[in-house]
C-alpha cells in the first residue's frame, strides 16, 4: 500500500503581499497535491501571527511599497525562525515584492529604505519616482541549466508577467533562476531573472506563476515531498494540456519557441 503523503504551505501575509493572481500559485500547489492523492494542508500567518515549528513550504506574494513598509518590521521579527528553517532546506517561493524582503534591503523610489531578513544575497534600489521608469509586461526567461536538469523537465523557459520599479542584484551566494529572452527580470541590466538558494525560489514572475509554470509547481512539491520524507519521488504525471498551452502561447507571441 503506498504510504499518505501530507504537505503542509503556509502563506506568509496574504492580506497584504498578494497582487496579480499570486494567490493562483497556493492554488496552484494544493490542487498539484491534490490530483496526485497528497494531502494539503494551507496555513495563513499575518501580521504578528506566529511561524510554524514545522511547514513544508512558505509562500509570499507581491505588493506595493506601501504594503512592504506595512509588513516589513513583523518579517523582521519572524528573521531568525524563517533563517533557521531555510537553511534546513524548507521550500520557499517568494515572488516580487516578497523576493525582495528576503534579500538584504530595498531602496524605494522615494528614498526609504525597507529593510530585508537578508536570507537571500541580494540588493534592491529603485530609480527616484521622478524618473518614471518601471519594469512593466510579460516576461519569458530560459530557466538556468547549470542548477536544473532541464532536459528532464516538460518547458526548459518560464513565463509571467512583472510590474515593479526595485532593480535587483544578485550576490555571489545565490544563483540565477533564469536568463531573460523577454522583458527584464531582476533588472534592466544583467539580464538574470530571480534567484535560487538551497530551496528558495525568488522570482519577479506574477501572472500567477505557477499556473502557466507548472514544472516549477512540481520542482517545490518534489523538493518538500524529498525533504519531508528523506527519499526520492517519483510522481504520477498529471495532464498538463492547458497549462503547456498557456506556457506556449506566451513563448510563440515573442517568437521564443
Ligand atoms: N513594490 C515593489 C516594487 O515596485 C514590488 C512590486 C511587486 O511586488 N509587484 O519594486
Not at 497584504?16 to 497556493?26: C, F, R
Request: aromatic share 8%; hydrophobic share 35%.
Amino acid at each position: 500500500m503506498r504510504r499518505k503523503l501530507e504537505i503542509t504551505i503556509t502563506h506568509l501575509y496574504p492580506d497584504h503581499m498578494n497582487i496579480y493572481g499570486d494567490l493562483g500559485n497556493v492554488i496552484a500547489l494544493y490542487k498539484r497535491c491534490e490530483w496526485r492523492g497528497i494531502s494539503v494542508k494551507v496555513e495563513k500567518v499575518g501580521l504578528k501571527g506566529r511561524l510554524p515549528k514545522e511547514t513544508d513550504i512558505y509562500f509570499m506574494g507581491g505588493g506595493q511599497d506601501e504594503d512592504q513598509i506595512t509588513v516589513f518590521r513583523d518579517l523582521l521579527s519572524k528573521k531568525d525562525d524563517l533563517t533557521e528553517q531555510i537553511e534546513k532546506d524548507v521550500s520557499f517561493l517568494a515572488i516580487c515584492g516578497a523576493f525582495q524582503l528576503l534579500g538584504k534591503y530595498f531602496l524605494t523610489g522615494e528614498g526609504k529604505v525597507i529593510e530585508g531578513i537578508g536570507t537571500l544575497d541580494i540588493e534592491t534600489r529603485a530609480p527616484d519616482t521622478k524618473v518614471k521608469s518601471r519594469c512593466i509586461g510579460n516576461v519569458v526567461a530560459s530557466l538556468n541549466s547549470e542548477i536544473f536538469i532541464t532536459e528532464r523537465m516538460q518547458l526548459d523557459t518560464i513565463v509571467g508577467f512583472e510590474n515593479h520599479s526595485g532593480q535587483t542584484f544578485l550576490g555571489k551566494d545565490v544563483q540565477p533562476l533564469a536568463f531573460i529572452l523577454k522583458g527584464f527580470g531582476n533588472n534592466m541590466k544583467d539580464k538574470t531573472e530571480g534567484c535560487v538558494y538551497r530551496n528558495v525560489i525568488g522570482t519577479y514572475l506574477h501572472g500567477s506563476f505557477l499556473p502557466k509554470n507548472p514544472h516549477i509547481a512540481d520542482l517545490i512539491i518534489l523538493n518538500a515531498l524529498e525533504r519531508k520524507y528523506e527519499g526520492k519521488f517519483n510522481f504520477d504525471e498529471l495532464d498538463d494540456k492547458e497549462e503547456v498551452l498557456a506556457h506556449k502561447d506566451l513563448l510563440q507571441r515573442f517568437n521564443v519557441l
